[in-house]
């Protein structure tokens, strides 16, 4: 007859979750919600990088389980771990920081795009790609453009290469915040504002033509042709910029009077 409380039958599980080597037994351990049995299981040093990837799938462990996890022999040497470690969601600062700069760009990429990741750690992740982006092969460029995080897209997107504004443009997760403060930059080249202020869909949001109207780059042709849909009153804003060519703000001002007094002789209804 077993004559072991459950504290003592716990401790027994767990002092064989840090020392079993039956595979069996350690992948039905994997599986465990005792947070006492998976340390014990954190500390077996004959677990597999299968173990170790399957464990760090589960969005439940505790804090302290992956803190443990993290110490083990085989996140130190296997690459794939490490990875999976960075994107773990309770995974310290002080343990994902470090294993960042080993990892390749569009797996630090993976890292910024997984949802569960802290913010902290996403930005970081952005700002390690960024400062990778130097002696980054062109194709390399243009897929991160086209697949990177919005605020990867913008970045570069702000070298005058046709074929890399393009991709960033269709860019999925391209916002228009980004674009923006993309166009807020100063020196940019006439080819990107020329990019934005012809596509298909960013030329259609609203404060994105505001933004365009206002940048001197702007070709006129496509100036005239988002006035119309812009209220009057954001216009007159607009030619308070001391940034705008007189030739465009007194456009601008005779485009809003006219619309005004068309208003004006209107007839009311049923007249």
């Known amino acids: 007859m077993d004559s072991l409380t ?141 697949r990177g995080t919005g605020r990867l897209a913008a970045r570069l997107m702000a070298e005058p290469d046709l074929e890399l504004i393009r991709a960033g443009l269709d860019n999925p997760s391209l916002t228009e915040g980004n674009l923006l403060k993309l166009l807020a930059l100063e020196g940019l080249e006439p080819v990107i504002v020329e990019q934005v202020a012809l596509h298909e869909r960013w030329s259609r949001h609203y404060h994105l033509r505001l933004a365009l109207i206002r940048n001197p780059l702007t070709p006129f042709s496509r100036v005239l042709a988002f006035l119309p849909d812009l209220a009057i009153t954001d216009l007159r804003d607009i030619c308070l910029d001391h940034r705008m060519p007189d030739t465009v703000r007194k456009y601008i001002e005779a485009h809003c009077a006219a619309r005004l007094n068309k208003q004006r002789i209107i007839p009311p209804s049923g007249v």
């Open 6 to 146: 459950p504290h003592e039958r716990l401790q027994e599980r767990a002092e064989l979750a840090a020392a079993t080597s039956a595979r069996r037994e350690i992948e039905n351990l994997c599986k465990e919600s005792s947070r006492e049995v998976l340390m014990g299981l954190a500390r077996n040093p004959h677990l597999q990088e299968r173990d170790l990837l399957r464990l760090l799938a589960r969005k439940d462990l505790p804090h302290e389980v992956v803190r443990e996890l993290a110490q083990h022999k085989e996140v130190r040497k296997n690459y794939t771990v490490q990875l999976a470690m960075v994107r773990h969601p309770k995974t310290p600062r002080l343990v994902s920081v470090p294993l960042m700069k080993f990892l390749y760009v569009f797996d630090l990429l993976r890292v910024a795009q997984t949802p569960a990741v802290p913010t902290d750690i996403k930005m970081l992740a952005e700002e390690t790609i960024l400062k990778k982006l130097e002696g980054m092969p062109r194709g390399e460029r243009i897929s991160l453009a086209r």
